[in-house]
């Protein structure tokens, strides 16, 4: 069973989140926190309709209104249509928290261009068509949060270019989208999470072995604890907050 965040805050009531990836780890992680805020939250899943499920009736259970919505974060069409049924379920979207990611890597001149592709579908052109259809529905007061990675700061280990070149781009857009943006009063920010205990990199497995010693505070990060940043930069709190990089990271990168 999937725990809930206690709270008795309302700071997102009244709001609508899409959360990309938000069946497992991470993103589950955020739907839940901001829909414990009081958002009525969207999420997206690939392959993993049980899991999207047990986080939509956990959400359900605490008194929340959630959906899961079928899109391949790689195929533009299912996302665009993603948006549409998360505008037509909750009326609107004020929080897109592009987190829907993949990666794939290996020694540069080994990576197979058909994995180089599908990286750049999904950590890229996926944040880039949820973005550009998620924007047109949201008002002032409008927040995009975008997950990074700090291997963009700090690359621990080889076999990562890859990965570090997608989210590299995520970083760029990020700082150029405010532009476009912030006349609109919506904020746009990236949260770069560090070693974390998820799926894709468990606490215990071979990367943390490699990196387990730099972690300042001597731990792997908890997704709760990414859902937290990612939390205050959805909520009026962060207003001022824009085109900001946010690594969140145990001081792995310091």
Do not use: C, W
């Amino acid at each position: 069973m999937i725990a809930t965040t206690s709270t008795t805050s309302t700071t997102l009531a009244g709001k609508v989140a899409l959360v990309t990836g938000g069946s497992r780890s991470i993103g589950a992680a955020i739907a839940r926190k901001l829909a414990a805020g009081g958002a009525s939250v969207a999420l997206t899943y690939s392959a993993s309709p049980d899991k999207a499920q047990q986080v939509v009736d956990a959400i359900k259970q605490a008194g929340g209104r959630a959906i899961a919505i079928q899109a391949d974060a790689g195929d533009p069409e299912a996302v665009r249509a993603s948006v549409a049924k998360a505008v037509e379920a909750f009326g609107g979207i004020d929080i897109l928290v592009n987190n829907a990611g993949v990666a794939l890597g290996g020694p540069i001149e080994q990576i197979a261009f058909e994995d180089y592709e599908r990286m750049i579908a999904v950590n890229v052109t996926g944040v880039f068509v949820a973005t550009q259809e998620a924007v047109r529905h949201m008002k002032e007061g409008g927040r995009v949060i975008h997950i990074g990675s700090s291997m963009t700061r700090y690359a621990a280990f080889p076999g990562a270019s890859l990965y570090t070149l997608t989210k590299g781009a995520v970083s760029g857009f990020n700082r150029s989208l405010v532009r476009d943006l912030g006349p609109k009063g919506i904020t746009v920010n990236t949260v770069h999470p560090g070693p974390t205990d998820t799926d894709m990199n468990p606490d215990g497995g071979p990367v943390s072995k490699i990196v387990g010693p730099g972690m300042a505070i001597g731990r792997y990060g908890k997704s709760h604890e990414i859902a937290s940043v990612v939390a205050f930069l959805a909520s009026p709190e962060a207003a001022f907050v824009t085109g900001a990089d946010i690594v969140a990271d145990g001081g792995f990168t310091a």
